[in-house]
């Protein structure tokens, strides 16, 4: 039996009804909400390991204050004590040596120090010597030939002569024959031709002999010239012989031998170096790029075995080799007392005195031409473009990027590669 429900229920009042923007918009706005504590936390959780991964300790730096004040530039160069006279002799021909002192010992000038044996050089001598000889012998025979050719020319000369005395003797007596009328006109002409004859025979004769003259003159001074030049040759060689042996230039001690004794040594190898005790210098090498600052005159001050002396530098040479330059300083005061040739000693010479600049200490991280440098705040440091000026050995000058007070890092930096910025640990 079908039972019906006399009781409605609101099933059939229901309506659905279609979703409001009102909660769409508030799950975006939870969604962004949610990526920005997100990303915040990102931020933050990175920033923390950055500055955990860049943080350098206090100890490990070395921080100096910029300040302004008086700035010395100066060269620093180690030094050896050399003699300043201190020649060395060399060999002059090609031989064996032998030496007639020891090293350390005292010698005179002009004392004999060694001798070479030069079997070449004294042949070439007595060769020379020869054909000397044999030009002076040369220049006997033609003053001899000179002396014979002049009395032939002088002989022809006088038979001219006479051969025109005699003719115009003949003409006088054809002329006053002719006159009588005893010869014939053409006799008479006859007489007067070989007069002319005679005379031009005459004249030829005396411009020969002139000509043979100088002729002779010219070739015996030729000889002579050759002769002349024979001898300087021959002299050239007996100075050349005189100079193997030896002798000292200067009073002094002998420093050292640079051959063995009886050993075969070539022309021009040095063979011993005389130093005089009595005055000694400086001998410095500096990098090239202060070779083109300094000059003979300037200050400098020497320091050896803890006493430091002013000094002055007298020279420096314009070669540069493996990119140093030698140089000299000596002493403007009194010589230290007890140098020793070879003593080790430091150098620094004066190039530049200003009254006040910007400055900090040199350190190891900061190069002269560097174009930036690590400036401290509190426990930050950063990178700052810096313009550098003159250097000196202990300090940098500051032209731009820095003020008096700043504080910048000089050592413990190498290893971070110009980082921007990082943390200072205390």
């Known amino acids: 039996m079908k039972i019906t429900t006399l009781i409605r229920d609101t099933s059939g009042q229901d309506v659905a009804a279609a979703a409001g923007p009102a909660p769409r918009r508030r799950r975006w706005l939870g969604v962004a909400a949610g990526l920005v504590l997100v990303t915040g936390l990102f931020s933050v959780l990175l920033r923390g390991w950055a500055d955990t991964a860049q943080v350098v300790p206090r100890e490990r730096l070395r921080v100096v204050t910029v300040t302004e004040g008086p700035f010395v530039r100066d060269a620093a160069a180690q030094g050896i004590v050399v003699a300043a006279v201190s020649p060395t002799l060399f060999a002059t021909a090609p031989g064996t040596v032998q030496y007639q002192v020891q090293p350390g010992e005292v010698v005179t000038a002009g004392q004999l120090l060694a001798v070479l044996a030069s079997p070449q050089l004294e042949n070439e001598r007595g060769r020379e010597a020869a054909t000397f000889g044999s030009i002076e012998a040369a220049l006997a025979r033609q003053a001899i030939e000179v002396r014979r050719q002049a009395l032939l020319s002088r002989e022809r ?184 040739q070879s003593q080790r000693g430091s150098v620094r010479i004066l190039l530049e005195e200003r009254a006040s600049a910007r400055k900090f200490e040199r350190g190891p991280d900061v190069e002269p031409q560097a174009r930036s440098i690590y400036r401290v705040r509190g426990s930050r440091a950063e990178l700052v473009p810096v313009e550098l000026g003159s250097a000196s050995v202990a300090e940098l000058e500051v032209r731009g990027g820095l003020e008096r007070g700043d504080q910048v890092i000089v050592a413990g930096t190498r290893d971070l590669l110009g980082t921007p910025e990082f943390r200072i640990a205390d």
Do not use: C, K
């Open 157 to 340: 000369a006088l038979a001219a002569d006479l051969r025109l005395r005699a003719a115009e003797r003949e003409l006088l007596r054809a002329t006053a024959a002719w006159e009588r009328g005893v010869i014939a006109e053409r006799d008479l002409r006859r007489a007067e031709d070989e007069r002319d004859g005679a005379l031009l025979a005459r004249e030829h004769a005396s411009e020969n002999a002139n000509l043979e003259r100088e002729s002779l003159e010219l070739e015996l001074r030729a000889r002579r010239l050759e002769r002349d030049r024979q001898a300087l040759v021959v002299a050239e060689l007996q100075r050349r012989v005189a100079a193997l042996e030896l002798r000292s230039p200067i009073a002094g001690t002998v420093a050292e031998l640079a051959s063995a004794q009886g050993a075969s040594v070539a022309r021009d190898a040095p063979l011993l170096t005389v130093v005089d005790p009595s005055v000694f210098e400086i001998e410095f090498q500096v990098a090239d790029q202060y070779a083109r600052d300094i000059r003979p005159g300037m200050t400098a001050s020497v320091a050896l075995d803890g006493a430091t002396h002013a000094g002055t530098v007298t020279a420096i040479s314009p070669e540069v080799r493996q990119g140093l330059v030698t140089g000299r300083v000596r002493f403007t005061g009194p010589q230290p007392a007890g140098l020793r």
